[in-house]
């Protein structure tokens, strides 16, 4: 088959949850389907070539509209067209609801369509009443005429089916991965060269992760963080995809006790969960959170918001905190850290990566019939 990604900003080395997931799934497909052509689609403000290759995939950025509301409808509409007309795809697969408004379109172009719906991106409180419509109206779209849709979360699954009855057959779990932070060999950047550049002494701070938007909850941490006067340091890695006042607005407390990275690679993100005493997750919405998940299997003690994706992964009820309660992360955060360690075994095996691989490459398979030899039928 021929098949088109569409919905994320690109890869690799782009800041996202999605992004991370693309970055581990798509190859591994690739290594499964050899015979397959696989296109990622992204954007050009986040990317340096019109197109490249990686690891198998092929990277192609088109235009897109600037700003948060129109970028990803604008690049997605112009991945669809590229996807039918250039590339003449057998399968598209979109990378959330936002993208998923357009499932009838590219289904009305003869395409088969996969949506993976990484989470209700219609409570970020981000968005205004219109584009949270839009949301909701690409929700419906996705589950709709999508031919196939995968949700991250056991609970985003089950919501899914409980409120689409009439198209709860074409639902998949198929979580997020985590062990692709502990494959290979130690990370090429030195833990206390990493540290260093910022100030940090191993043990001595809690971390968080994260694009710095309302919804993950940094604002909690912050005011938790300042209240509860613990003499650890914290550092929130990750950045805005556009300043705005609420990125601001978190920056004006930067300073020695609190460390604002930017985006960071893959290596020193691991040196620095490594380094950590406590991960924290205070987010409001999320799909399957990867950085919990890569915080986890690291051994890092976890403290997470009670929203019901991070209730997925089964941890014991010390590790959560009330979303949105300040008082009560404050609480936990004084408390000794080796509490909110435990086990990561079990994850290892929920969420693998190469089982991720092959449910999904499955789920092809079984669209694959109406395209013998992985041609388009004519």
Known sequence: MNICVVGLRGLPHVMGGVE??????????????????????????????????????????????????????????????YARFVLHADLLHLQGIGPGLLTPFAK????????????????????????????????????????????????????????????????????????????????????????????????KYVIAVGRLVPEKGFHDLIAAFKAAESGYKLVIVGDADHKDAYSESLRKDAGEAIVFTGFVGHDALRSLLEGASLFVLPSYNEGLPIAALEAAVLRVPILLSDIEPNRDLGLDADHYFRVGNVDDLRRKLVQDHDRFRFDPESLLQQYDWDAIGAETAKLYSTLQTEFPGGKRAR
């Open 108 to 203: 009305a172009l003869g395409m088969k369509v996969v949506v993976t719906y990484h989470s209700k991106n219609y409570q970020h409180r981000k968005w205004g009443r219109l584009a949270r419509l839009m949301l909701r109206v690409g929700e419906l779209s996705a589950v709709t005429y999508a031919d196939r849709v995968i949700a991250v979360s056991r609970s985003l699954a089950e919501d899914l089916r409980r409120r689409f009855p009439r198209a709860a057959s074409k639902v998949h779990f198929i979580p997020n991965g985590a062990n692709h932070i502990v494959k290979g060999a130690a990370a090429i950047v030195a833990r206390e060269e990493c540290l260093a550049k910022y100030g940090l002494s191993e043990g």
């Open 20 to 81: 991370t997931h693309c970055a581990q799934l798509f190859p591994l497909l690739k290594k499964m389907r050899p015979n397959d052509s696989f296109t990622i689609i992204g954007r050009r403000a986040y990317l340096s070539s019109v197109m490249s290759q990686y690891e198998g995939l092929w990277i192609v950025s088109l235009a897109h509209a600037g700003g948060k509301h129109l970028e990803t409808i604008t690049n997605t509409l112009y991945g669809v067209l």
